[in-house]
C-alpha cells in the first residue's frame, strides 16, 4: 500500500506548492499543534510572500481539507492485481485501510485537525465537515467498486452503513498506538465480518458481501 507522506525522496521533481505549504503546516502542527499553526510563519518558513499562500489556501481549515483529500487519493490509487474479483468486505477494508494508512505517521495532527473542525465556536466548519464525511464515503464506495447506482436504495443503505463504520473506526484509530495499527485493522476486520448475506432484503443485493451488519 502507498504511502502519501510529507518527505519527499532527494532528487525527485519538487512538489507543487499547495503540497508544500500542507507538508509545512504539518510539520509545524507536529511541533506546536494544530490550532497553534500559523499561515504566515508557514509563509515564512517556505520564503514565500504571504499572498502567494492565499492563493493556495483561504485559511488553515483549507489546508487541513486539502490534507484530507490526500486519504481520498490513497484509497483511489492502483489496487493489486485481481482486485476486482476481491469479496466486497476485503476491497472495503483495503480502501479504508489506505486512507488511515495515509495518516498514521501524523496520526495525532489528523485528529487535532478533525477535533479543530468540530470545536463548538467553530460553526462555519460543521457543515461543510457533514458534506466532506459524505464524499468520502462517496469514494470509499467508489474505491472500493461498490456498483449500486448512486441514490438507489441499495446504495442509501450501504451509505449510512458505511458512515457508521467509518465513524466508528476512525475512534478506535484515534487512539491506536499499536504497531502497524494492529487495533484499528482487528476492529474493522471484525466489524466487516459480522454481516455474511447482508442485504438480501434489498434489490439488487443477492450474494452480495456485509456491510449493514456492522451498525
Not at 80 to 96: I, K, N, Q, V
Not at 137 to 144: F, L, M, N
Not at 199 to 215: F, L, N
Request: proline share 5%; hydrophobic share 45%; charged share 25%.
Amino acid at each position: 500500500m502507498s504511502m502519501i507522506g510529507i518527505h519527499h525522496d532527494p532528487g525527485v521533481d519538487e512538489p507543487p506548492l499547495g503540497e508544500r505549504i500542507v507538508d509545512e503546516a504539518v510539520r509545524q502542527a507536529e511541533i506546536v499543534g494544530w490550532e497553534a499553526v500559523r499561515l504566515t510563519t508557514v509563509a515564512a518558513r517556505l520564503e514565500l510572500p504571504m499572498d502567494r499562500v492565499l492563493d493556495e489556501y483561504r485559511d488553515l481549515d483549507a489546508v487541513a481539507n486539502a490534507w484530507f483529500r490526500r486519504g481520498w487519493r490513497a484509497m483511489l490509487a492502483d489496487k493489486p492485481e485481481g482486485f476486482a474479483h476481491w469479496p466486497e468486505r476485503a476491497r472495503l477494508e483495503h480502501c479504508l485501510l489506505a486512507w488511515f494508512g495515509t495518516f498514521a505517521g501524523h496520526r495525532r495532527v489528523t485528529v487535532e485537525m478533525l477535533r479543530t473542525k468540530a470545536h463548538l465556536p467553530h460553526l462555519h466548519t460543521w457543515v461543510p465537515m457533514v458534506f466532506d464525511l459524505s464524499r468520502t464515503i462517496q469514494w470509499w464506495r467508489e474505491a472500493a467498486d461498490l456498483d449500486a447506482p448512486y441514490g438507489s436504495r441499495r446504495a442509501q443503505v450501504e451509505e449510512v452503513a458505511l458512515t457508521a463504520l467509518f465513524v466508528a473506526t476512525l475512534a478506535v484509530w484515534a487512539r491506536d498506538h499499536s504497531e502497524g495499527q494492529t487495533r484499528t485493522r482487528r476492529f474493522l476486520e471484525k466489524r466487516l465480518s459480522r454481516g455474511d448475506g447482508w442485504m438480501k432484503w434489498v434489490p439488487g443485493g443477492h450474494a452480495r458481501a456485509p456491510v449493514e451488519a456492522m451498525i
